[in-house]
T-cell receptor, first 112, second 114 residues
Framework: GENVEQHPSTLSVQEGDSAVIKCTYSDSASNYFPWYKQELGKRPQLIIDIRSNVGEKKDQRIAVTLNKTAKHFSLHITETQPEDSAVYFCAALEAGYSTLTFGKGTMLLVSP | EAQVTQNPRYLITVTGKKLTVTCSQNMNHEYMSWYRQDPGLGLRQIYYSMNVEVTDKGDVPEGYKVSRKEKRNFPLILESPSPNQTSLYFC?????????????FGSGTRLTVV
């Protein structure tokens, strides 16, 4: 089955800095890679996703890049704000299966 | 409002006492799934369903049962709960049967088994 590794487990930045969270996956057949944000005490919410036929996708201050050859994908947040503080999860969906495998999460702390 | 509704939000129970956590979605989604979230382990899938009467095991199905008799409902059943099932549980649904469209999660159920 799929295995997703996520780094770092915690990330502290100053407001206005950029933050990058990286994930690697094991199965080259995986074709869908979403990112979820979970604020303290709340449910995970989809913030951005990318499919295997695309190398990069942007939505305002967030972007995701995918390197299929290296089997890794990354979340980039620019001009971070305190409200970006949350746990971020990456995930991968293996082609032909219906199970999203999640990384263990990254706690992002943005200090004012 | 489009949503996934879980009940209860909090539950404390004793070992061996059967319980059911309900999950209902109003978006006519084909795909539904249950995850448990534990510190340091992230989200792990318990069971999923691609349609009515179609269910399959996820990564950690032991000790759990599910059913999908109606499209909107996907209850999680713990026949004989044990302390190692103490966790935060999330139900999720997706428009796509294959799960390759973003999940909508419920608010979560914090279960404590003593």
């Amino acid at each position: 089955g799929e295995n997703v590794e996520q780094h770092p487990s915690t990330l502290s930045v100053q407001e206005g800095d950029s933050a990058v969270i990286k994930c690697t996956y094991s199965d080259s057949a995986s074709n869908y890679f979403p990112w979820y944000k979970q604020e303290l005490g709340k449910r995970p919410q989809l913030i951005i996703d990318i499919r295997s036929n695309v190398g990069e996708k942007k939505d305002q201050r967030i972007a995701v890049t995918l390197n299929k050859t290296a089997k890794h994908f990354s979340l980039h947040i620019t001009e971070t704000q305190p409200e970006d503080s949350a746990v971020y999860f990456c995930a991968a969906l293996e082609a032909g299966y219906s199970t999203l495998t999640f990384g263990k999460g990254t706690m992002l702390l943005v200090s004012p | 409002e489009a949503q996934v509704t879980q009940n209860p939000r909090y539950l404390i129970t004793v070992t061996g006492k059967k319980l059911t956590v309900t999950c209902s979605q109003n978006m006519n989604h084909e795909y539904m799934s249950w995850y448990r979230q534990d510190p340091g382990l992230g989200l792990r899938q318990i069971y999923y369903s691609m349609n009515v009467e179609v269910t399959d095991k996820g990564d950690v199905p032991e000790g759990y049962k599910v059913s999908r008799k109606e499209k909107r409902n996907f209850p999680l059943i713990l026949e004989s709960p044990s302390p190692n099932q103490t966790s935060l549980y999330f139900c999720a649904s997706s428009l796509s049967k294959q799960g390759n469209v973003g999940y909508t999660f419920g608010s979560g159920t914090r279960l404590t088994v003593v």
